[in-house]
Antibody, heavy 120, light 110 residues
């Protein structure tokens, strides 16, 4: 069974960079698959942020592309999200997930999510 | 990219059937058979219910079914149960390895 767990600061200052890590267990990232990030502002809907292949190939939401970097560390079986120049609009629950099939297009395993607040 | 269009809310009585629509364009829903649906109970993690328009992951009851016609995908829940009350989100592949969610629909079981 694939298990994902997000970690990172729950509070980020405006204009700074949000950094989160997702640790995967029960499956080796190096074996394949795409891995992604999804966010959900309080009381609002889901938004796909981006996805990464174990090889390091990335794909981003065009609306966030200029501020997003997703990276993978196969030695630690982790992948990470960096979102720069955050504002209050970036406050949300951030989920990491596995993205199934090819092309990757559905989220089959999800982390529990981590709530990020943006405030000075 | 605007979110796929879903009704904000739908409702039904126990035992009835409800259908939630998800409308996009020929560049997303209409262009690919890659629509998925997620169920999210309050404060909980989204759960994959349908993928590839109409396929059910192991463990999802066959009361849940998906279909697509043109630029609109649909999730139908038959034999409504109280536990089905939740938010539902559709998601479509939009080409070039990008994805787009719907705005979400709140299902109320009366």
């Amino acid at each position: 069974q694939v298990h994902l767990q997000e970690s990172g600061p729950g509070l980020v200052k405006p204009s700074e960079t949000l950094s989160l890590t997702c640790t995967v267990s029960g499956y080796s990232i190096s074996s394949g698959y795409f891995w992604g990030w999804v966010r959900q502002p309080p009381g609002k809907g889901l938004e796909w942020i981006g996805s990464i292949h174990h090889s390091g190939i990335t794909h981003y939401n065009p609306s966030l592309k200029s501020r997003v970097t997703i990276s993978v560390d196969t030695s630690k079986n982790q992948f990470s999200l960096n979102l720069s120049s955050v504002t209050a609009a970036d406050a949300a629950a951030y989920y990491c997930a596995s993205v199934g099939s090819s092309p990757p297009h559905y989220f089959d395993y999800w982390g529990q999510g981590t709530l990020v607040t943006v405030s000075s | 990219q605007s979110a796929l269009t879903q009704p904000r809310s739908v409702s039904g009585s126990p035992g009835q059937s409800v259908t939630i629509s998800c409308t996009g364009t020929s560049s997303d829903v209409g262009g690919y058979n890659y629509v998925s649906w997620y169920q999210q109970h309050p404060g909980k993690v989204p759960k994959l219910m349908i993928y590839d328009v109409s396929k059910r992951p192991s463990g999802v009851p066959d009361r849940f079914s998906g279909s697509k016609s043109g630029n609109t995908a649909s999730l139908t829940i038959s034999g409504l149960q109280a536990e089905d009350e939740a938010d539902y989100y559709c998601c479509s592949y939009t080409g070039s390895y990008t994805l787009l969610f719907g705005g979400g629909t709140k299902l109320t079981v009366l």
